[in-house]
């Protein structure tokens, strides 16, 4: 039963656009919400994250929205830059424990 | 000066051998981790210790067993591998609670043949 959901495997955009990557979860107790981005051969590292009292967080050209009512969040990425190139991972915490519940992954890439 | 270090990087070894996989941080955080990624790029958690003290053991085969001598590592052993425990195993840590977020290390890359 997977509860964090990525549906879209991959995301390619042109540098400069913007990028949205999705994410759904079905946990209704899951109250915090985290942005990773992998590159290959390495561990995932942490990027942004939002609490279920917010909406909206935004860290430089990076944005995670929250719409909890559809059980959604996306990341927007704003210009997009080749550097962004990665796997990004959605991560979801319930009521401050230590278990981080990921989805699948999304592979954005970003082209000239 | 890497933050979560993991040991070996990539593994491969045969069906119904046991190895070991190490993990140690040198972030001071309270709290280690044990993920795996499979085939489908599903990260899940395996195992989680606070000050080496067992806190989150998810349905795993018993044929895999965490060790944390301290705060600062934790082990994982497998033994009798199967070709079902090839995957991509990441350890992690962090402060108290993982809201903060984990640091991960670069992962262990197991190929059972």
């Known amino acids: 039963d997977q509860q964090v959901k990525q549906n879209s495997p991959s995301l390619s955009v042109q540098e400069g656009r913007i990028s949205i990557l999705n994410c759904d979860y079905t946990?209704?107790?899951?109250?915090?919400f985290l942005w990773y981005k992998k590159y290959p051969a390495e561990g995932p590292t942490f990027l942004i994250s939002i609490s279920s009292i917010k909406d909206k967080n935004e860290d430089g050209r990076f944005t995670v929205f929250l719409n909890k009512s559809a059980k959604h969040l996306s990341l927007h990425i704003v210009p997009s830059q080749p550097g962004d190139s990665a796997v990004y991972f959605c991560?979801?915490?319930?009521?401050?424990?230590?278990?981080?519940?990921f989805g699948t992954g999304t592979q954005l890439k970003v082209e000239l | 000066d890497t933050a979560v270090s993991q040991t070996p990087k990539y593994l491969v070894t045969q069906m119904g051998n046991d190895k070991s996989i190490k993990c140690e941080q040198n972030?001071?955080?309270?709290?280690m981790y044990w993920y795996k990624q499979d085939s489908k790029k599903f990260l899940k958690i395996m195992f989680s210790y606070n000050n080496k003290e067992l806190i989150i053991n998810e349905t795993v085969p018993n044929r895999f067993s965490p060790k944390s001598p301290d705060k600062a590592h934790l082990n994982l052993h497998i033994n009798s591998l199967e070709l079902g425990d090839s995957a991509v195993y990441f350890c992690?840590?962090?402060?108290?609670?993982?809201?903060?977020?984990?640091?991960f290390g670069s992962g262990t890359r197991l190929t059972v043949v």
């Open positions: 992690a840590s962090s402060p108290a609670s993982g809201m903060k977020g984990y640091t």
């Open positions: 946990n209704s107790m899951f109250d915090y």
């Open positions: 972030l001071g955080h309270d709290t």
């Open positions: 991560a979801a915490n319930a009521g401050g424990g230590n278990k981080l519940t």
